[in-house]
């Protein structure tokens, strides 16, 4: 079965500062991966994809992921942090190569934005 | 396009009583999912519709647990005899079957608390 690690429950950076969240994922098949942004008591929004192609994906809000086969990661980043980007943020990959496509995800990790 | 909807955002309720959950997907999406979100983790998939038909359950999805999607759109999640370990947020997605891009579209959630 596949799975996801997320390095880090908690990110702390200052606004203007580099965002780096990893992501590590384990599957059997040609992984489909994703990145979700959940604000507090709000559903899952989705940042950003890879599935095929080019493996820098970009994606809303400035952020951006780049899928590394050798490494089995799948890191987001975003050059300059906002107060805006405090949120929970979930790694997730897909699950079923029979084309279902449930996802299994992370267990998270909460990004903080001080001034 | 009015995204994902889910109803009601929040339930409280006593040990042993039922309670029911309603999803309504975006209009055109064919593929429905459901996923419970527990404090400080990811969110786990529990089943899965293909218009009418379920077609996985997760293992977690006790037989406390029953899900209907009668007509191929709206969706319900029925938790009888709920307990408090049912405590967690419910999500509900949907996909468009045969796109590429494999995204799914989450609604806001039902946190439920049971007491």
């Known amino acids: 079965a596949q799975s996801v690690t997320q390095l880090g429950s908690h990110v702390s950076v200052s606004e203007g500062a580099l965002v780096l969240l990893r992501c590590n994922y384990s599957?059997?098949?040609?992984?489909?991966l994703f990145w979700y942004v959940q604000y507090p008591n709000q559903g899952l929004q989705l940042l950003l994809k890879?599935?095929?192609?080019?493996?820098l994906v970009k994606g809303i809000n400035g952020f951006e992921a780049e899928f590394k086969k050798s490494e089995t990661s799948f890191h987001l980043t975003k050059p300059s942090a906002h107060m805006s980007d405090a949120a929970e943020y979930f790694c997730a990959v897909r699950d079923d190569p029979t084309g279902f496509q449930k996802l299994v995800f992370g267990t998270g990790t909460r990004l903080l934005v001080s001034p | 396009d009015t995204g994902v909807s889910q109803d009601p955002r929040h339930k409280i309720t006593k040990r042993g009583q039922n309670v029911t959950f309603r999803c309504d997907p975006i209009s055109e999406h064919n593929r429905l999912y459901w996923y419970r979100q527990t404090l400080g983790q990811g969110p786990e998939f529990l089943t899965y519709f293909q218009n009418e038909a379920q077609l996985e359950k997760s293992r977690l999805l006790s037989d406390r647990f029953s899900a209907e999607r009668p007509k191929g759109s709206f969706s319900t999640l029925e938790i009888q005899r709920t307990e408090q370990g049912d405590s967690a947020m419910y999500l509900c997605?949907?996909?468009?079957?045969?796109?590429?891009?494999?995204?799914?579209?989450f609604g806001p959630g039902t946190r439920l608390t049971v007491t």
């Open positions: 890879y599935t095929t192609g080019a493996t």
């Open positions: 997605a949907s996909s468009l079957l045969g796109t590429a891009t494999y995204e799914q579209y």
């Open positions: 599957s059997s098949v040609p992984p489909y």
